[in-house]
């Protein structure tokens, strides 16, 4: 069991900038992928980027050239430029683990808006 906290969410003008944080605990040398998806009410979560153990990274087109990922072994980040009003969303952390099995953390709010 893999356990997820978040940090970061908050206001931001269009064209501003927000890091996500979330950190894990627990079984870490269980842990594969770490990425981050996102949801707004009625619709889908969706994904925006995961890391592999390798440091690659798949981004949604989406986010291309304007969020990057990055994780160490108990800490997966996302940092999110040129932020857009169709970026508001509820955040999740999202830690896959051998099994294979699915993680989430609690998520945050991230709100772009003048």
């Known amino acids: 069991q893999v356990q997820l906290v978040e940090r970061g969410g908050g206001l931001v003008q269009p064209g501003g900038s927000l890091r996500l944080s979330c950190e894990a605990s627990g079984r870490l040398f269980t842990v594969y992928t770490m990425g981050w998806y996102r949801q707004v009410p009625g619709k889908q979560r969706e994904l925006v980027a995961n890391i592999y153990p390798d440091r690659r990274a798949v981004y949604a087109d989406f986010v291309k050239g304007r969020f990057t990922i990055s994780r160490d072994s108990a800490m997966v980040w996302l940092q999110m430029t040129s932020l857009k009003p169709e970026d508001t969303a509820v955040y999740y952390c999202?830690?896959?683990?051998?099994?294979?099995?699915?993680?989430w953390g609690q998520g945050t709010q991230v709100t772009v808006s003048s």
């Open positions: 999202n830690v896959v683990t051998y099994g294979p099995t699915q993680n």
